[in-house]
């Protein structure tokens, strides 16, 4: 990767900084017309390294892939360490987007390649639903202290009404994202729901959040991507911290794969002998759960990566990655 024009961009949601390689800042508004000037200031063989900022750097990232510019785009926990160590003390956007460069310099970049369209589609699905489930659970605690208060019954009905309307739109949302996976990853879809434990919503998140697994080479960078894996703390004889799952990554999908957990500690096998064996060495219920979600993602993992459903007998997924 010849990196001679490395540029350094800092997104904002109206207007992004640009230190190119000449450390010369620039500042291009967010919308069409600031792309297209960008893309004529810079040279073809350019790599613009960008932050993960939400939403906000989609677009730009999107618009120079399709015109044949290279785009890295970085974690901003990776950024910020990165800064940290050079003790920067100003934070401004121009200092921000030329930190952004030197990382791009001196560090291992992956080029960015967008999801397919079917799969942002059913992220942005998914993400709403989500949103209308929570909404709909509000409301129907809602409903149950009016209901116990005697409340007015036009207020209960207007309640009622709209969880009817959230419950339809929710069904609408969930059976779109399964017409949409199963376009280009219907088979990856009915083998993660093969999983004893792992539900049609949970094995539609994995797929959605993980580029259907494209962008992992092992179980362990997947645990640690969604922040399920164990972390240690320990320093001489001064620091013993007791082992905990780093919390980092996607939270909703931690959240899915701990209720699977309950499950899966009941009925799948492979996972009620792992919880069996570490409750049996005293170890807290809740520990066992998690060990049991690091179980269900690793099993998922090498589902995926071998094409064939889930073997309840089968007691080797262990041994994969």
Same mark, same amino acid.
Request: glycine share 6%; hydrophobic share 45%.
């Given at each position: 990767m010849n990196k001679d024009h490395v540029i350094g961009i800092d997104i904002s949601k109206q207007s992004f900084d640009v230190v190119d390689s000449h450390e010369k800042h620039q500042i291009y508004t967010q919308d069409l017309e600031g792309f297209k000037k960008f893309c004529k200031a810079i040279p073809k063989d350019s790599i613009c390294v960008m932050e993960a900022t939400g939403i906000y750097h989609l677009q730009l990232a999107n618009y120079l892939f399709q015109n044949n510019i290279?785009?890295?785009?970085?974690?901003?926990?990776?950024?910020?360490?990165?800064?940290?160590?050079?003790?920067?003390r100003n934070k401004t956007d121009k200092s921000d987007a030329s930190m952004i460069r030197l990382y791009g310099i001196n560090q291992d970049i992956d080029l960015y390649k967008p999801i397919d369209s079917n799969l942002q589609k059913s992220k942005d699905n998914y993400q709403t639903m989500e949103q209308f489930i929570n909404i709909r659970a509000s409301l129907k605690n809602k409903l149950k202290e009016l209901q116990y208060k005697g409340s007015d019954t036009k207020l209960i009905q207007i309640v009622e009404s709209q969880l009817v309307t959230l419950t339809e739109s929710i069904n609408e949302l969930d059976a779109e994202i399964t017409k949409l996976l199963n376009k280009n990853h219907g088979p990856l879809l009915s083998n993660l729901?093969?999983?004893?434990? %792992?539900?049609?919503?949970?094995?539609?998140? /994995?797929?959605?959040?993980?580029? !259907?697994? +494209?962008?992992?080479?092992? $179980?362990?960078?997947?645990?640690?991507?969604?922040?399920?894996?164990?972390?240690?703390?320990?320093?001489?004889?001064?620091?013993?911290?007791?082992?905990?799952?780093?919390?980092?990554?996607?939270p909703l999908v931690r959240k899915k794969l701990y209720m699977c957990s309950l499950q899966a500690a009941r009925y799948n096998p492979a996972c009620?002998?792992?919880?069996?064996?570490? %409750?049996?060495?005293?170890?807290?219920?809740? /520990?066992?759960?998690?060990?049991? !979600?690091? +179980?269900?993602?690793?099993? $998922?993992?090498a589902i995926a990566k071998s094409n064939i459903p889930y073997d309840r007998e089968y007691r080797s997924y262990r041994k994969s990655a």
């Open positions: 290279q785009v890295a785009v970085i974690n901003p926990l990776r950024i910020k360490r990165f800064i940290q160590m050079r003790l920067r729901k093969s999983v004893v434990g %792992i539900g049609p919503r949970t094995a539609a998140i /994995l797929i959605i959040s993980s580029d !259907a697994f +494209k962008q992992f080479d092992s $179980a362990k960078q997947l645990a640690s991507y969604y922040g399920i894996a164990p972390s240690e703390r320990s320093s001489g004889t001064s620091l013993r911290k007791k082992s905990h799952i780093s919390k980092r990554g996607n009620l002998e792992l919880y069996q064996r570490l %409750i049996a060495k005293g170890k807290p219920k809740k /520990l066992a759960l998690i060990a049991v !979600a690091n +179980k269900l993602l690793r099993i $998922a993992f």
